[in-house]
């Protein structure tokens, strides 16, 4: 279940991001962190775990529409 809620806050930040911030090394570096602050504030909400946060976040593929 933990899985849906960290998809879904994923997908509602990825429709809030123009595709020009894509363009920009610096962009694409600013929504890879919010998507990893929204990863552990789900975890952190959703998850009982005493694991470590996320640390890093890679895209292997993007396409922009």
């Not at 809030?16 to 911030?21: E, F, G, L, S, Y």
């Not at 962190?33 to 909400?45: A, S």
Request: hydrophobic share 40%.
């Amino acid at each position: 279940l933990g899985d849906v809620y960290k998809r879904q806050a994923i997908l509602k930040l990825l429709r809030n991001v123009a595709a020009v911030k894509f363009e920009t090394q610096e962009g694409e570096t600013e929504v890879l962190e919010e998507i990893r602050m929204v990863i552990n504030e789900q975890l952190e909400k959703h998850e009982k775990t005493t694991s470590a946060p996320i640390e890093e976040v890679y895209f292997t593929e993007l396409i922009v529409q």
